[in-house]
T-cell receptor, first 113, second 114 residues
Framework: AQSVTQPDIHITVSEGASLELRCNYSYGATPYLFWYVQSPGQGLQLLLK??????LVQGIKGFEAEFKRSQSSFNLRKPSVHWSDAAEYFCAVGAGGSYIPTFGRGTSLIVHP | SQTIHQWPATLVQPVGSPLSLECTVE??????LYWYRQAAGRGLQLLFY??????ISSEVPQNLSASRPQDRQFILSSKKLLLSDSGFYLC?????????????FGPGTRLLVL
């Protein structure tokens, strides 16, 4: 069975600074990987996904993520954070043939002005 | 394009009262449907999922039940609410794509049981 770890419960950055949110997964084969964002009181919005191919994936809102098989990681990055990026971020892994992804516990992003 | 609706958006119910939350998907057919719950400050807990009309799988034994009376409708119910049922309920859908399924979420329902 697959599993996902988001080691950081909270991350605080200053507006304009760069951001990296960590995600580590456990799965025997090539996983399908996702990042979602959840603003307070809202549903989850898909930021980006990786199925195969180029390991650097571009998403919405200026986010990107890089799949590193050797490190079992799929970290989310943004070069310059905006105050509106403050939210909860979830990493998820899906296995081929399984339609039930496994979600991490989430990382809460706090943005200081 | 596909859209997913949930209602109500917010609900305050007394302990012991019944519950019915509705989720509807538009713009697709034969989706897989899911109910998740988020307790305050915690991650997502999968409650139920459905691969077709009348087909419900339960992930966690609890005070809740789910039904899928129509292809694009998913209902979460309870006969008697408990305080511990409070939380944020999210509905999601996927389209089967040979293993490359992506989940898309609705706006959620905030339930407060008093």
């Amino acid at each position: 069975a697959q599993s996902v770890t988001q080691p950081d419960i909270h991350i605080t950055v200053s507006e304009g600074a760069s951001l990296e949110l960590r995600c580590n997964y456990s799965y025997g084969a090539t996983p399908y990987l996702f990042w979602y964002v959840q603003s307070p009181g809202q549903g989850l919005q898909l930021l980006l996904k990786y199925f195969s191919g180029d390991t650097l994936v571009q998403g919405i809102k200026g986010f990107e993520a890089e799949f590193k098989r050797s490190q079992s990681s799929f970290n989310l990055r943004k070069p310059s954070v905006h105050w509106s990026d403050a939210a909860e971020y979830f990493c998820a892994v899906g296995a081929g043939g399984s339609y039930i992804p496994t979600f991490g516990r989430g990382t809460s992003l706090i943005v200081h002005p | 394009s596909q859209t997913i609706h949930q209602w109500p958006a917010t609900l305050v119910q007394p302990v012991g009262s019944p519950l019915s939350l509705e989720c509807t998907v538009e713009g697709t057919s034969n989706p897989n449907l899911y109910w998740y719950r988020q307790a305050a400050g915690r991650g997502l807990q999968l409650l139920f999922y459905s691969v077709g009309i009348g087909q419900i799988s339960s992930e966690v034994p609890q005070n809740l039940s789910a039904s899928r009376p129509q292809d694009r409708q998913f209902i979460l119910s309870s006969k008697k609410l408990l305080l511990s049922d409070s939380g944020f309920y999210l509905c999601a859908w996927t389209k089967i794509l040979g293993g490359k399924e992506t989940q898309y979420f609705g706006p959620g329902t905030r339930l407060l049981v008093l």
